[in-house]
């Protein structure tokens, strides 16, 4: 009688053996092909994650479109505020930096706004994703998904807001009766290509261990300030680099040059405020931009995508082996 | 065909953190040394599921079911071992889960769907469907958080139902929902085991599952007790709960002692004892449906009585009376002198389903009057083999009457 509830191994006592009569599923799978295997473990090849995410490309479309939905919902001004809030940050760097601190650059609003568009994108996507999944930890419990989607939509999100604060620049161009680099703009593209791809990267590493330390989602508010002011946005480039290479701090200056924001901005930048060199009173060659040539961007661009790629990887694989006990931690 | 779910060896730990270290001070504070216990909510499970079989989840809470079916969907990974799921598979945890308030019932169906791995394409195929079977064609473009409790899990299940999953997992989330939609859901369930796909049912109503499983998996402490068909299954969890003694009945209503509370001080019958004999006594603690059951009651009498009446009453754990007799005149005039003695009830074949059933006994003299009581004397807890659900055993068979040929099943 009690016999099998007092084995300590559990064992297979029956195998099905159906008392209704059923004809097996047949559509999808029948005819003798073979249902499609998913293997639930601890050890999914990067492969494999990679295959379901993009399986799962429709629903990162959903997501982002339920955050830009969801965000200004209640809101009066509504999505306008994407566009109003990066607004008023300009206007009030424009103000200070123009008038009290007296910068001489020429154009100095579009200078600011080609930079902070992209600082934007950046600190949006990193913000967002570094509390995502502990936000969704409703779905995360119950739902099977690939969750990284989460982190990528944040991203996807920042994309979408930097498309409509690129068109208010494009009406300050306008406006301004500007002409960007034209010869420059596929360094723009490239550069925002890099950009998502290392927003990407930080944002899924960002949104797993954020769930062991829930401090990141804080700690990143931080070090985001900080690195921002590493960012030639409101500054010139050659102010910083030029200081260093006059001082021979050789080693600082690749340092600085390596901060992969700090790559994207310049090349952006380049592009869209164009005038490397402007005639200031009193200094016929003010340098405003980064005086690389076209092919040296492209070698930095090309540099930081391969590095870009590779940290993505690299998040996939930190996220793949701690998403297991997400459902467990949240 | 190879089988649906394969759960090769798998073994599920948890760490129980004896305090939440989630912040990065703490845990640099209690770097390597974060106290925990170990808990292993599963155990080299193994078991294979055939397709188009429905296959019951049963144990107590915290015996590890949930957390196989969160390892069959995927929402959780094994420590150890891995599942093999062949197969869409619809997993209904929780109905509604990733609902977004803000949203309408619309844009939810559409991000709901895509949640659960359905389409654009599919979904918005579907769509009328989902609305129809959810009942909500007015609602849908409202936001879903104006919507009832009702109404949010009606969609949740419309959209979960609509995935045309190969395989179906389950979490108790049948028992949901008002009365009419719970048996709108119980026939969709009913179309997809004819349709030949795979569900599985996590449960701890063996009821439930008796009704709908053609085999259970019973868990205890993360391991795999048994995997038999539900008469079998059921019997050895309600075997083990016996065992654990962790049956439902709260202690203060188990009838432990025989109590007496009648009127005179000192009651002229003393019931003395009242115990219950079946044939399986000693090897196990419970009455199979069908078998001989003997209600033997022992009484000492301190003051003689003339004309004296034992009564017995079987009542269900509701309290209700299901059956209710008494030793009348036709017996022989029952004198009972001072002293001991005993009176036996005897059902040759106990037609009693599953539960625990609760007996009255009392005493009474030619005048009606109550002069011995025991309430409740005593309890018996019955095990129905069958597939039969309900209180009562009535004895039946089925004849079916098939265009050609006479067939008679007997139960």
Same mark, same amino acid.
């Given at each position: 009688?009690?016999?099998?509830?007092?084995?300590?191994?559990?064992?297979?006592?029956?195998?099905?053996?159906?008392?209704?009569?059923?004809?097996?599923?047949?559509?999808?799978g029948?005819?003798?092909?073979?249902?499609?295997?998913?293997?639930?473990?601890?050890?999914?090849?990067?492969?494999?994650?990679?295959?379901?995410?993009?399986?799962?490309?429709?629903?990162?479309?959903?997501?982002?479109?339920?955050?830009?939905?969801?965000?200004?919902?209640?809101?009066?001004?509504?999505?306008?505020?994407?566009?109003?809030?990066?607004?008023?940050?300009?206007?009030?760097?424009?103000?200070?930096?123009?008038?009290?601190?007296?910068?001489?650059?020429?154009?100095?609003?579009?200078?600011?706004?080609?930079?902070?568009?992209?600082?934007?994108?950046?600190q949006?996507a990193?913000?967002?994703?570094?509390?995502?999944?502990?936000?969704?930890?409703?779905?995360?419990?119950?739902?099977?998904?690939?969750?990284?989607?989460?982190? $990528?939509?944040?991203?996807?999100? =920042?994309? +979408?807001?930097?498309?409509?604060?690129?068109?208010? %620049?494009? *009406? /300050? !161009?306008?406006?301004?009766?500007?002409?960007?680099a034209?010869?420059? $703009?596929?360094?723009?593209?490239? =550069?925002? +290509?890099?950009?998502?791809?290392?927003?990407?990267? %930080?944002? *899924? /590493? !960002?949104?797993?261990?954020?769930?062991?330390?829930?401090?990141?989602?804080?700690?990143?508010?931080?070090?985001?300030?900080?690195?921002?002011?590493?960012?030639?946005?409101?500054?010139?480039?050659? !102010?910083?680099?030029?200081?260093?290479?006059?001082?021979?701090?050789?080693?600082l200056?690749?340092?600085?040059?390596?901060?992969?924001?700090?790559?994207?901005?310049?090349a952006?930048?380049?592009?869209?405020?164009?005038?490397v060199?402007?005639?200031?009173?009193g200094?016929?060659?003010?340098?405003?931009?980064a005086n690389?040539?076209?092919?040296?961007?492209?070698?930095?661009?090309?540099?930081?995508?391969?590095?870009?790629?590779?940290?993505?990887?690299?998040a996939?694989?930190?996220?793949?082996?701690?998403?297991?006990?997400?459902?467990?931690?949240? | 065909?190879s089988?649906?779910?394969?759960?090769?060896?798998?073994?599920?730990?948890?760490?129980?953190?004896?305090?939440?270290?989630?912040?990065?001070?703490?845990?640099?504070m209690?770097?390597?040394?974060?106290?925990?216990?170990e808990?292993?909510?599963?155990?080299?499970?193994?078991?294979?599921?055939?397709?188009?079989?429905?296959?019951?989840?049963?144990?107590?809470?915290?015996?590890?079911?949930?957390?196989?079916?969160?390892?069959?969907?995927?929402?959780?990974?094994p420590?150890?071992?891995?599942?093999?799921?062949?197969?869409?598979?619809?997993?209904?945890?929780?109905?509604?889960?990733?609902?977004?308030?803000?949203?309408?019932?619309?844009?939810?169906?559409?991000?709901?769907?895509?949640?659960?791995?359905?389409?654009?394409?599919?979904?918005?195929?579907?769509?009328?469907?989902?609305?129809?079977?959810?009942?909500?064609?007015?609602?849908?473009?409202n936001?879903?958080?104006?919507?009832?409790?009702g109404?949010?899990?009606?969609?949740?299940?419309?959209?979960?139902?609509?995935?045309?999953?190969?395989?179906l997992l389950?979490?108790?989330?049948?028992?949901?929902?008002?009365?009419?939609?719970?048996q709108?859901c119980?026939?969709?369930?009913?179309?997809?085991?004819?349709?030949?796909?795979?569900?599985?049912?996590?449960?701890?109503?063996?009821?439930?599952?008796?009704?709908?499983?053609?085999?259970?998996?019973?868990?205890?402490?993360?391991?795999?007790?048994?995997?038999?068909?539900?008469?079998e299954?059921?019997?050895?969890?309600?075997?083990?709960?016996?065992?654990?003694?962790?049956?439902?009945?709260?202690?203060?209503?188990?009838?432990?002692s025989?109590?007496?509370?009648?009127?005179?001080?000192?009651?002229?019958?003393?019931?003395?004892?009242?115990?219950?004999?079946?044939?399986?006594?000693?090897?196990?603690?419970?009455?199979?449906?069908?078998?001989?059951?003997?209600?033997?009651?022992?009484?000492?009498?301190?003051?003689?009585?003339?004309?004296?009446?034992?009564?017995?009453?079987?009542?269900?754990?509701?309290?209700?009376?299901?059956?209710?007799?008494?030793?009348?005149?036709?017996?022989?005039?029952?004198?009972?002198?001072?002293?001991?003695?005993?009176?036996?009830?005897?059902?040759?074949?106990?037609?009693l389903?599953?539960?625990?059933?609760?007996?009255?006994?009392?005493?009474?003299?030619?005048?009606?009057?109550v002069?011995?009581?025991?309430?409740?004397?005593?309890?018996?807890?019955?095990?129905?083999?069958?597939?039969?659900?309900?209180?009562?055993?009535?004895?039946?068979?089925?004849?079916?009457?098939?265009?050609?040929?006479?067939?008679?099943t007997?139960?």
């Open positions: 009688m009690g016999t099998v509830s007092e084995t300590d191994v559990p064992t297979v006592v029956g195998v099905s053996s159906r008392q209704r009569s059923f004809v097996p599923r047949g559509g999808r029948g005819d003798g092909q073979e249902l499609v295997a998913r293997i639930v473990s601890s050890r999914v090849t990067l492969r494999a994650r990679l295959r379901e995410l993009w399986n799962a490309r429709e629903l990162f479309v959903f997501l982002v479109r339920k955050d830009l939905k969801v965000k200004y919902k209640n809101s009066f001004l509504g999505f306008l505020w994407s566009m109003l809030n990066p607004a008023f940050v300009l206007l009030v760097y424009y103000v200070v930096f123009k008038y009290f601190l007296k910068n001489p650059t020429p154009y100095f609003a579009l200078y600011l706004f080609s930079g902070l568009l992209i600082w934007n994108l950046f949006t990193t913000t967002g994703s570094a509390s995502v999944i502990v936000a969704n930890s409703g779905i995360v419990k119950k739902v099977a998904f690939p969750r990284e989607i989460l982190a $990528l939509s944040q991203v996807g999100t =920042a994309t +979408v807001f930097f498309f409509f604060q690129a068109l208010v %620049l494009v *009406v /300050f !161009l306008v406006g301004f009766q500007y002409s960007p034209w010869s420059y $703009l596929p360094i723009a593209v490239f =550069a925002l +290509v890099d950009l998502i791809v290392f927003s990407a990267a %930080l944002a *899924v /590493f !960002l949104s797993a261990v954020n769930v062991y330390f829930r401090d990141i989602e804080h700690l990143i508010l931080v070090l985001l300030n900080a690195w921002f002011w590493g960012v030639p946005i409101i500054y010139s480039y050659d !102010l910083v680099y030029g200081m260093f290479a006059r001082h021979n701090l050789g080693w200056e690749k340092l600085y040059l390596a901060n992969p924001i700090t790559t994207v901005v310049i952006f930048q380049r592009a869209i405020y164009g005038h060199f402007v005639k200031i009173t200094n016929p060659h003010y340098v405003v931009l690389y040539p076209y092919h040296f961007f492209l070698e930095l661009l090309g540099g930081l995508l391969v590095v870009s790629i590779g940290l993505f990887f690299g996939m694989l930190i996220f793949g082996r701690i998403s297991g006990n997400f459902a467990e931690e949240l | 065909m089988s649906a779910v394969e759960i090769q060896n798998v073994s599920k730990r948890f760490h129980l953190y004896l305090e939440k270290y989630s912040s990065l001070k703490e845990r640099l209690h770097l390597g040394h974060i106290p925990y216990e808990f292993w909510a599963l155990r080299d499970v193994k078991a294979e599921i055939q397709p188009g079989s429905t296959v019951g989840i049963l144990g107590r809470n915290g015996s590890g079911k949930s957390t196989l079916l969160k390892c069959i969907a995927g929402i959780l990974q420590t150890f071992g891995q599942v093999v799921v062949r197969g869409k598979v619809a997993a209904m945890l929780e109905l509604g889960a990733g609902f977004q308030p803000d949203l309408s019932g619309r844009d939810n169906i559409f991000l709901n769907g895509s949640l659960l791995g359905l389409s654009r394409r599919e979904i918005s195929h579907r769509f009328d469907e989902i609305v129809e079977f959810a009942e909500l064609e007015h609602f849908i473009d936001q879903v958080k104006y919507y009832s409790s109404m949010t899990v009606r969609l949740g299940f419309s959209i979960a139902v609509s995935m045309d999953p190969d395989i389950v979490d108790e989330v049948l028992s949901v929902g008002d009365e009419r939609f719970q709108k119980l026939e969709r369930v009913k179309l997809f085991q004819e349709d030949g796909r795979t569900i599985v049912v996590v449960s701890h109503s063996s009821d439930m599952l008796r009704s709908i499983c053609d085999e259970i998996l019973v868990f205890d402490a993360g391991h795999l007790v048994t995997y038999a068909p539900p008469g299954a059921i019997r050895v969890f309600k075997e083990g709960l016996l065992a654990l003694d962790a049956t439902p009945v709260p202690e203060a209503e188990l009838p432990v025989v109590d007496i509370d009648v009127a005179p001080a000192r009651p002229q019958v003393e019931i003395t004892s009242v115990t219950v004999e079946h044939p399986g006594i000693g090897e196990r603690p419970y009455v199979v449906t069908g078998e001989p059951l003997t209600i033997r009651v022992e009484y000492a009498v301190h003051s003689a009585v003339d004309g004296a009446q034992f009564a017995i009453e079987i009542l269900s754990d509701k309290d209700q009376t299901l059956f209710a007799t008494r030793s009348s005149g036709s017996e022989e005039a029952m004198l009972l002198a001072t002293g001991a003695g005993s009176v036996t009830f005897c059902f040759d074949s106990l037609p389903l599953d539960g625990r059933y609760l007996v009255n006994i009392d005493v009474r003299d030619a005048g009606g009057v002069i011995g009581l025991a309430e409740p004397a005593c309890d018996f807890e019955v095990m129905n083999p069958s597939k039969a659900t309900g209180v009562v055993a009535l004895p039946m068979r089925i004849e079916v009457v098939v265009p050609g040929s006479v067939r008679v007997s139960p």
